[in-house]
């Protein structure tokens, strides 16, 4: 038998609370709303009230902040990531199967020529690389 205890999507966090188990500041949990990437619910008396799942958008989003992106681009990743492992979930519910490709949790690996750097010769084969 499953409890509001069990669901990741049941409110139970006040504003205060969810800052604290997370490290971040309330402002900051604002401004995930305000960036559209969270909706608290709202209490009675009017006060928010966040998710476990909602807490793990919001540290994931901290991280990206940390790496240097933007609020919006972390919050755009972090809403397709949280797409992705839905669709995910959802073929499985399905009976589809995922393979190590689909993984949405392993980084996608580069190709090794995309990182060399390649020059291109001049048009006129008269000049040397230092010629300007």
Wanted: charged content about 25%.
């Amino acid at each position: 038998m499953s409890t509001a205890f069990d669901d990741a999507d049941f409110p139970a966090y006040t504003m205060g609370r969810a800052a604290d188990m997370i490290g971040v500041t309330p402002a900051f949990l604002r401004s995930l709303g305000s960036a559209g990437l969270i909706e608290p619910e709202r209490s009675l008396g009017g006060h928010r009230r966040y998710s476990r799942h909602q807490l793990q958008l919001a540290v994931r989003v901290r991280q990206l902040l940390d790496e240097g992106m933007l609020l919006t681009a972390a919050c755009r990743i972090v809403t397709l990531e949280d797409r992705l492992a839905a669709a995910h979930r959802r073929i499985v519910e399905l009976g589809g199967t995922l393979t190590a490709d689909d993984d949405a949790d392993l980084p996608t690996t580069t190709r090794p020529d995309i990182a060399t750097t390649h020059y291109y010769g001049s048009p006129r084969g008269d000049r040397s690389p230092s010629a300007p």
